[in-house]
């Protein structure tokens, strides 16, 4: 009977598309940067953004091209036979009355159209289809930004998970040679041999109990940042995925100077790009709106067809039969739609957000060298700190060592052991912790400076 289920379940999970043999995916960082870049639904919401741009330039094409109009309608209109004089007389000065009231009804069919073709708009459409072309431009650059916190989010959740498992290693090790040392106390007291108290073993299950506290939180980090990584780069909370560090290593510090960075950042940050292509479509859009005091110009055809059945036609030119008529002309004329206050206050609200711009764009000037400059910063103090945690981290070893040797050779006190675990679990936490805040201080120059995206192409 088990076997029986065991094998339905097994052709279900077949039949479901679930592969029992997947095999873990392992990435490096630049490798797991292409795929969130590919997988990141954020990037692709936002290229449907540029679609719609696209879009809208189309329109503002479309509105330069031939318009087509058109009215039809079947209706009823009154029956009337024979001319418009009384007793069917071809002249006279009596009108027949006949008509009214209304004893007999006729079908009424009738069309209108138009077919029109703008000639000259005083530039209302090439200002619009200018303005929609930059915010395509404005869109793209915003796809960019995307593009860039998602490569920088992948690299943040990569770093952060190898320094928590990185963590979580060194303090395991440390633990089992605490819990080595309270087990030789716990032994010394019950054989009630050595230079050993209570108070030994007491500061040794303290200096546990933190490293426990430790180990769960660094357990934590480790899982969260693999779960990012894992919906980062498209494999899925349940998917297989594995880092190819072996260990959490500083990477190279990128070389050249803060104005290098600056000119660098000057040259690729999508903002400057967006900016530039936002204020160039808003003094279009300033433009158009000016346009609108102005009529159009055109040139077109248009017609009506008008039958009715169960009247009589009016073979006179003179006189105008609304149920039985035809005719078509072209035309060129002029369209005037103007609404002096509003134009108005759309010229304002269009020059307000022009304004705008430029101040956002003078800021940008100013704000985005300084961030530039505070990233390097940063990026030189933890690289400096690397180094000297790594020294500290080796002579807290060394320490930790050496207070362990003691203690098992009766030298040495549990409480000093104890200080000495905590300083080298503490001091290494730190370096790798460091070390993670250096690998993301190169990240956020690349960031600040819009180049995150090479190394992933």
């Not at 400057?272 to 102005?294: D, I, M, P, S, T």
């Not at 008008?306 to 003179?318: E, F, I, T």
């Amino acid at each position: 009977m088990k076997l029986r289920i065991s094998g339905i379940l097994i052709v279900c999970a077949l039949s479901s598309g679930w592969s029992l043999s997947a095999q873990a995916v392992t990435v490096n960082v630049n490798e797991a940067v292409a795929m969130s870049l590919k997988a990141d639904p954020r990037i692709k919401e936002q290229q449907q953004v540029v679609e719609e741009a696209r879009g809208l330039l189309d329109e503002a094409k479309g509105h330069g091209g031939v318009m087509f109009s058109g009215n039809s309608f079947l209706g009823i209109a009154p029956a009337v036979s024979g001319g418009i004089y009384s007793g069917g007389a071809q002249s006279g000065t009596t009108l027949r009355s006949d008509e009214y009231p209304v004893k007999r009804y006729s079908d009424w069919e009738y069309l209108e159209f138009s077919i029109i073709k703008p000639l000259y708009t005083f530039g209302k459409l090439h200002h619009y289809t200018a303005a929609a072309r930059n915010n395509i431009l404005v869109k793209k650059a915003q796809v960019q930004g995307v593009r860039l916190h998602t490569a920088f989010d992948t690299r943040r959740a990569y770093y952060g998970y190898l320094t928590a498992r990185d963590t979580t290693l060194l303090l395991e090790d440390i633990l089992q040679k605490v819990n080595s040392a309270i087990a030789t106390v716990k032994d010394s007291l019950k054989k009630q041999s050595g230079d050993v108290t209570q108070s030994d073993l007491y500061a040794l299950q303290a200096g546990r109990g933190e490293l426990l506290k430790y180990i769960s939180q660094a357990k934590a980090i480790k899982k969260i940042s693999l779960d990012g990584l894992k919906v980062l780069t498209g494999v899925g909370l349940e998917g297989q995925l594995k880092v190819a560090d072996d260990s959490l290593e500083p990477v190279a510090f990128p070389k050249g100077t803060a104005q290098d960075y600056i000119n660098t950042a000057i040259a690729n940050r999508p903002e400057f790009a967006e900016l530039k292509a936002g204020l160039e479509a808003q003094r279009q859009l300033v433009a158009a709106k000016h346009a609108g005091n102005y009529p159009n110009v055109y040139a077109g055809l248009v017609g009506t067809l008008s039958h009715a059945s169960r009247r009589s036609r009016l073979n006179n030119p003179y006189i105008y039969d609304p149920f039985n008529s035809a005719g078509v002309t072209p035309v060129i004329g002029i369209e005037w739609d103007m609404q002096p206050g509003v134009v108005s206050g759309q010229v304002r609200r269009a020059q307000a957000q022009l304004n705008a711009l430029n101040d956002e764009n003078r800021f940008a000037e100013m704000g985005i060298p300084f961030q530039v400059s505070e990233a390097v910063a940063h990026m030189d103090a933890d690289y400096r700190s690397v180094e000297d945690l790594r020294q500290a981290a080796e002579s807290a070893r060394r320490w930790m060592v050496s207070s362990f040797a003691d203690f098992s050779a009766g030298l040495g006190k549990a409480d000093k052991l104890a200080d000495a675990v905590k300083t080298y679990a503490l001091t290494s936490a730190d370096y790798l912790k460091t070390v993670n805040d250096y690998n993301m201080d190169v990240a956020n120059l690349d960031l600040m400076t819009g180049t995150g995206l090479s190394a992933a192409n």
